[in-house]
């Protein structure tokens, strides 16, 4: 299980080091006004971004200041992010799709958001809201991209 081996995400102190961590997030919209993008902070190694209209797909090297790394690890442990299905919602034809890809030496867990549904029962809105608590500190380790923005 993916959460067990969170358990030494941050070293308090001791000799213990916490297991390299890769996380692959995108974005994809139809939406003209919408970039998509794809982001990759690893701890430890060489983060990067990828927008989708920016430099023909090739991925720009990125800064993920320490703190954002150990609040991203801190979210994948707290909220069970490998107790969460592969995917929710259902695959719209033109919506937006949020994928994650937790890596953890040879531990794996990918979930997918196509659609957050008006009706769904209160245990899949809290996967949901587990899944994008993941998300929003994934966002937290660079600002995310918007069309006609200058950076």
Not at 87 to 97: F, I, K, Q, R, S
Request: net charge negative; glycine share 6%.
């Amino acid at each position: 299980m993916l959460s067990a081996f969170l358990l030494m995400a941050e070293p308090s102190g001791g000799t213990s080091e916490a297991p390299p961590l890769v996380v692959t997030a995108e974005y994809l919209s139809t939406d003209p006004g919408d970039s998509c993008w794809k982001v990759t902070p690893k701890d430890p190694g060489v983060s990067s971004l990828m927008v989708c209209d920016e430099a023909q797909g090739n991925p720009r090297v990125i800064e993920v200041p320490r703190d954002r790394l150990i609040h991203l690890r801190e979210s994948i442990l707290n909220e069970h992010f490998s107790d969460l299905k592969d995917e929710y919602g259902a695959m719209p034809l033109d919506g937006p799709v949020s994928r994650i890809e937790v890596r953890l030496g040879n531990k794996v867990k990918r979930v997918s958001v196509f659609s957050i549904k008006a009706k769904m029962s209160k245990q899949e809105a809290d996967e949901v809201d587990r899944a994008m608590r993941v998300w929003f500190a994934i966002q937290d380790c660079f600002r995310t991209p918007r069309k006609g923005s200058s950076s």
